[in-house]
């Protein structure tokens, strides 16, 4: 009866002193490894031209199962493209399944490693040029 | 009709015999996927995709569009065979695609995209090279993305036989071949928007849309377009956004329409199709303003109510309810007309009240409901779809009502119908009739032309006149009339040939169903009583020879009216001479019943009519107040100097209206109302059909619609209506109101209420009584100094505040020309497009000039839709003369 107990113990005590086995960690001082699939915050992509990738298709929004995409069409008056006029991703809606990216035909939303998103509700609505500004930094254009 | 059997995939159909596959089996809900085949349409046979495989009767794979349907056929639509054809036809039409789904308008409604997932194809086997052929962008309203074009030629045969204008074809040939204008010139055309409405992909686009919304966002609201008169269908198309962004909750993003809806069948003009600009324009009034110190400012609505009624009731106090006077709304609804005039006649206490139309053509009313009771009147404007012969009498169709363009276009095409168009100026109108007479008559000689007409058709005995006398009275009076107005006389009068007067005259006489249209150049002639009953005459003759026991005639008459609810607005009795429903204001027992239904006394001084107009009564100064709603007299009463002299002489003026109008800006307070997209309501066009306005979008801004302003009012001034919604009220009118009664708000929503019907289903058609028309010395008196005759009409692209505040509508016609004719141009060395001054002894203004042979010599014509240039203040109410010169300086 007792050696269970025991088998129990020294495994529990082999984490405890075993350095390379802690699953928590001093964040946010340590940075959390994220994995190669992880779906953070939906970014609006950059292109080549330096705009954003996104042509205002509408099929994210029509994808998104919690609704939270808003995208309202215009037309570029320099180039007559379309692109987004408005692009409004309400973050306390989302639910990162990236459908949004699945959806995307021209890979203008993907969802990255931004996971930071602690806001209140004066500011859950991320606009175009903060989702951009996420893509930005990050100094890729595709 | 003979009907035919035969039998598509296992389902038994009975249909008219020459329907082919497709329709037959589009009718009976089986889908045959197609592209270049539409109903409206004559069949082309291009796309090659609706093959079927017949295994009875003419065995072997047929095109179902192509093929007409033969008793006992069988057809199965999807053998293995058929699809395996299908699918190879739509590789190849999708190898040169553009595939740009994502960034096409079309995406979501496109006829190749659906099939594309019908037939779930792969990826092309293809590698062909896209098309990068330059998207076309010629003009503000359609784009051709040519990339994106099957070939199906539906636009062109829609342009060619529904709008008559035949713009664009194909050119060049083989694997060249395109869509496009001849020479790759600049559209030219109306911009009725047919193209982009049958186009089955997404080559023509939408400009006005612009990538605004995507197909599935949109909220589709059936309605009824505001513009002129003839009450088509519109769908306003919708998409909402999210509260907190500038565009608001709701917004009209396109105006689309349905093939199977309403009296157009899916033809609309460029006013309706791309003319909702105003809906969302800035300039609209969004809360009440009220003159302070000189300057209109913005108010609360509470304020602006009680203001109104403060000084209403102050006005009834000291001078008497007669000296307020009301001008009832052309574009409002019934109901809003039907409660104004309520609220003029019981709450303010005055029969002073009037509207536009009206005004201009005081006559009219009592005319066209003559016209009812005899029964000549059109029950609806389907009749000129059904008609043998038309005949277009003063009437610019294809400018003031394209949309009856069409109709009559139809009836060419389906019934092989006869035209005649006269008219003083040479219209336009593209048809392809058999027979086509053009008569020009000179101006002022109406009366003549009429006579001429009746003349020649006794003169070559077309009608037998023993019949005409037993169906019609004092014969005799007509013919002893016409005594001594020989042929000759006529032609010198009217300036038509006496062999182009007899061709019409057979023409007319004809067999089969005639339809007269009635246009605004007659209805607002200063001789126009004289003229519609010579007209009538001419109906009544006609008419006569040919009628049968029914005592339902050949002839029908429509009278062209300029709004989308003219006829609504005279019905609702917003005039001095009758109560709702055409009663005659002097008919006292009818005064009781409106006294029980509306619950109130009406003095008795109500009951007497104000002789002189509205405007005279206020510069004679017994008006203190002036009630309008929903018009803009200062610019389309024909004397724009006596309006602004009376709007200046009274002291208290309410305009309620959604733009800040030259007579808004008049007010003592301006109180703003939704448009057309905001409310509910019936319309009453001028074919007298009763259609129903569904609410698409919230009001914009502060603004209410006008019941429920009045209904405010009088709540404030002591006697409160219980009016819910406008249901309500056209239950009222229901009950009080002859002509509308058996009319249900419900039921609107299906179908639509004819009055005519109503009113002749329960009455017959009374006898009619020929009438002399003494010719009246003609008032064309060319002053030296004025040699030119000033002729005012209406205009496709525009009409009054709601276009030019659209700018799409704008930018297609930015300015407003004087047509010259060219021998006048050439003596007074004038050429297109040079800036000239038109003066009248009233005033002058300053204007394009077009030269052009549509008007005749010694005549000009100006636009009057323009709003923002006030032909008016040229007019002084009868025939005006003005002299052109070109701009010094």
Partial sequence: MILPLLKGLILTLKRFFNPYAVVTMRYPEERPKLASRFRGLPELQIGKDGRERCIACGLCARVCPSQCIYVEGATDEATQRRYPKIYELDAFRCIFCGFCEEACPVRAVML???????????KAIFDKAQLMDYSRKRNITI | MKTINIIIDDKPITVPEGTNIFQAALDNGIYIPGLCYHPRLSQFGGCRLCMVEVTERRTGHRFACAHPVSEGMMVKVNTPKVVRYRRSVMEYLLAHHELSCPTCDKSGECGLQDITHELSLAPSRFHA???????????????????RCVLCGRCVSACKEIEGVGAIDFQKRGIQTYIGTAFDKPLECSFCGSC???????????????????????KKTQTICPYCAVGCTIILNTKSAPARLEEGMETVRRVTSDDRLGINEGNLCIKGRFGYGFIHAEERIKTPLLRKNGELCPVTWDEALGHVSERFQQIISEHGG????GIGSEKG???????????????LGTNTIDNLANMRSPSLNSLIYQSVTYGFTATSLREIEVANTLFFFGADVTEAHPVIGNMARKAVRMNGANLIVANVRRVTFRSAAKNDIRLQYSFGSQVEFIHALIKTIL???????KRVEQSADNLNELLSGLDNFSGENASQLTGIPPEAMRKAAAVLTKPGHCCIICGKDIEEDPLAEDIIKALMNLCALINAAYNTDTGYGKVSLLFSRSHNNTQGVNDMGVVPGFLPGYIDINDVSHKEKIERVWGTSLSSDIFQKESASIFDCALQGKLRGIYIMGANPVIHYPNGKEVLDALRKIDFLVVQDTFLTETARLANIVLPVVTFAEKEGTFTNMGMTVQRLNRAIQPVGDAKPDWQIICELARRMGSAYSYTSPKDILNEIESIVPIYSGINYDRLKRKEFYWVSSVLGRNKPIKYTFTRIRSKSLDVKRNTGFPL????????????????HSKVLRSVAPACHVEINKKDAKEMNIQSGDTVVVESPQKKITLQAKVTDKVPDGVVFVSEDYEWIPVNLLRNGEYTFVKISRETG
């Avoid at chain 2, 309203?141 to 040519?146: C, G, P, S, T």
């Avoid at chain 2, 007669?322 to 006077?325: E, L, S, Y």
């Avoid at chain 2, 609804?333 to 709450?347: A, G, H, P, W």
Wanted: charged share 25%.
């Fill in chain 2, 322 to 325: 007669r000296a307020i006077a």
């Fill in chain 2, 459 to 465: 003169d070559e005995k077309l009608v037998d006149l």
């Fill in chain 1, 112 to 122: 990255r490693d931004t996971f930071e998103l602690s806001t209140d509700h004066s």
């Fill in chain 2, 196 to 218: 982009l409405s049958v186009c089955p992909t997404g080559s023509w686009q939408d400009r006005t849309f612009a990538f605004r919304g995507r197909a599935w966002e949109l």
């Fill in chain 2, 789 to 804: 005759a000033l002729l005012t009409g209406v205009s496709l692209n525009h009409q009054g505040a709601f276009s030019q």
């Fill in chain 2, 129 to 147: 090279v896209r098309m990068n052929a330059p998207i076309v962008r010629d003009n503000p309203v359609l784009e051709l993305n040519r990339n």
């Fill in chain 2, 333 to 347: 609804t019934n109901e809003d007309n039907y409660l104004f005039q309520k609220f003029c006649r019981s709450v």
